[in-house]
């Protein structure tokens, strides 16, 4: 759970225009934007050095960074997002990879992978089946793991349908722990893991993020919060509610590398 380096994207003038299933109302353009530059500061607090990539008006949603590309420490790899408005993302964001990894892969057609449904345990990865991700796309990165020494297991949320992505439900905070919503599916990878469970109301903070030091976490859900800070983790609430009403969450808004290898 080292990091060096973090990517992300401004939200666009079309922001409000991508897809989303919350009933929150639009979002506010100007008050995004200055979450997304607190949520930037706090990736810098945190010790890494973050690029920031202009809006880019064309795909609304690109501010998810996170959905078009799989980085690990043994590569990247560019993803075919399940959403078709999303899709034309991943050509803007290959020179971006192209300059910190040298080659990328890719998820090729008919194989569908967002990778809001990837979630890294440690160095072993859960994927996630759901809208977005269809099983030829999970087996085309399950193989390119594999090929770079690390195990997976796909984990189907058809039974889930209020979990948009597998992370929208599952946060690993330590090679040993993870955050969870309630009725978070079973998995072989998960077995011997300790898992706190979010309680009812505070679903949407179980998208938190480890980064180095400290644990990223949606402001306004006290409950997880105080269980972290109980726990030992130093915690950096930050506010996301434009993001919400958008269906994203902190692990969305940013590519978390180490680049800092060997
Ligand atoms: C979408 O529906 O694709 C965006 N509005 C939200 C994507 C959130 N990404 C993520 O959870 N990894």
């Not at 401004?10 to 225009?17: I, K, L, Q, S």
């Not at 967002?114 to 087996?139: H, K, P, Q, W, Y």
């Amino acid at each position: 759970m080292h990091f060096t380096h973090a990517i992300l994207r401004r939200p666009g003038e079309h922001f409000a225009e991508g897809l989303t299933r919350a009933d929150e109302g639009p979002p506010d353009l100007d008050l995004a934007l200055s979450q997304h530059a607190r949520y930037a500061e706090a990736l810098v607090t945190c010790g890494l050095q973050v690029e920031v990539l202009a809006a880019d008006a064309e795909y609304p949603d690109s501010c998810f960074v996170e959905d078009p590309a799989i980085v690990t420490e043994a590569g990247a790899l560019l993803t075919r997002p399940g959403a078709p408005s999303r899709l034309g993302e991943v050509a803007t964001l290959r020179p971006v990879l192209q300059r910190y990894f040298g080659s990328v892969s890719s998820i090729a057609a008919p194989g569908l992978l967002d990778g809001g449904d990837v979630c890294d345990l440690g160095g072993r990865f859960l994927i996630g089946l759901s809208e977005r991700t269809n099983t030829e796309g999970a087996g085309q990165l399950s193989r390119w793991l594999e090929e770079r020494g690390y195990r997976s297991e796909t984990v189907d949320l058809a039974d889930h349908p209020r979990l948009l992505h597998l992370k929208t439900g599952i946060t690993a905070i330590d090679e040993g722990r993870v955050v969870v919503v309630p009725g978070f599916p079973v998995a072989r990878l998960l077995d011997g893991m300790e898992r706190i469970e979010v309680e009812a109301g505070e679903e949407y903070a179980a998208n938190c993020i480890r980064v180095n030091d400290r644990v990223l976490v949606a402001a306004g859900y006290p409950r997880l919060l105080e269980r972290l800070e109980g726990l030992g983790y130093r915690t950096l609430p930050l506010s996301m509610s434009e993001f919400r009403r958008m269906d994203g969450g902190l692990s969305c808004l940013s590519l978390r590398l180490n680049l800092r290898r060997g």
